[in-house]
């Protein structure tokens, strides 16, 4: 049997077009070892490590006539140089050249008839740093899956661990006539399989309570006030991208002081850094103003962290960007976020996306498009946050900095805003249109002004 994408994954394939490219990735730099960086041993590494992650040489087939949702594949022809590339800043090899190169990666498309992921390996940069600038598609998986492209590039120390085996030989790749007949036979046994899902779905009656709500609130969500035109406006194929950095002891310092969680905290830092981009920009910034706000959530079940594919849902935040004091923002979030956690949207809105696989693909595609379009009538704004590993890490012994994550857009979304932490620091990447955002470096520096001005308000001692 095929091994088929899901119905989450697939639609990421169906929401892609030339403006909304749907992949995601990461930018990190490194201090190199004292005998410098070995980039063609690097490159060599990756080759080798490929044989713990075998989705990295799959690339993805469609079923004729829409008869299936798409198919994971071997690639008989993969090319490692293809998908690992190496590049070079102009001097003086800033941050400012780094960005500007990292825009222009992100927003050239992954190509289909390969497997959906590249590296760039980024020397130049000032001090005799490094960097590696990556991009996945949104299909392969998501930020909480263990199974990522840091399995590959990454280690826990300087020395690099040993590689296993690579036994790895590409399975013949089917024919389309293998794949229809495939799908044909799974369309003959879907009446069960409708039978045997709603059993389930309608026997849990809190499951069905949960997604009755989940409903609910999403009618709730679209029905409100009309997006801020800064942050929802016509995209473009080509973006900017911008990064602010903090320490994470000042997030838990905040939480300590005022409640919440230090996502409630990250939260809060980014409506202050919206409501500094809104006025500096003279967008008027009344006392009931609000921000929407995608948060994407996890909801993979206990225990099944070596699961490959995407397991995730969406809380929706209104971000209070009108009001004046940062702790009453901070409380207003935190207020929110606890009603959303009791109210089960999460695991409702999952249950939902099991019943959407029932529908036939090219519904689900169709579904998939019109969500993306829509998305600015529902929410302004995705913030992302994925906790990283508060240890260091290594490529080839150089020791890792930071690493910024790239969300992508959807329509209508100005720009996304990915957030990470990673060994004591917190790491946020904003991903814009590169027309419609000309000023992302003027939010950037707004959201490390929000985290100063929410660290005044503790008893902690700022400098």
Known sequence: MPDRLSPLDSSFLFMEELTTAMHVGGVMTF????QGFDADGFVTLIGERLAAVPRYRQKVREVPARMGLPVWVDDPDFDLAYHVRRSALPAPG???????????LQSRQLDRSRPLWEIYLVEGLADGRVAIVTKTHHAMVDGLSSIDIGAVL?????????????????APEPSPLELLGTAVAEQLRRPRSVLDTVRTTVTDLRTAVQTGGAMLSAARVASRSAPVHPLNAAIGQHRRFGTSAGDL???????????????DVVLAVVAGGLRRWLSDR????????????????????????????NRVSAYFVDLPVGEPDAVTRLKSITAAMAVHKQSGQAIGASALMDLVGLTPPTLHSLGARLSSSLSARVFNVIVTNVPGPQFPLFAMGARMIDMFPVVPLAKGQAVSIGITSYNGGVFYGLNADRD????????????????????QTTSRETT
């Open 31 to 34: 201090d190199p070892p004292e």
């Open 94 to 104: 800033g941050p400012e050249q780094l960005r500007e190169l990292v825009g222009r």
């Open 154 to 170: 990454l280690d826990v120390t300087p020395e690099p661990r040993s590689s296993p085996p690579d036994t790895w030989a590409p």
């Open 249 to 263: 002891d000042d997030y838990k310092t905040i939480r300590k002081e005022h409640g919440g969680t230090v996502n």
């Open 282 to 309: 003279g967008e008027p910034v009344l006392a009931a103003s609000t921000v929407r706000a995608m948060v994407p959530v996890s909801v993979r079940a206990p225990g099944s962290d070596g699961e490959l594919g």
């Open 436 to 455: 419609a955002m000309d000023d992302v470096d003027l939010l950037a520096a707004s959201i490390g002004e929000s985290l100063a001005e929410l660290v």
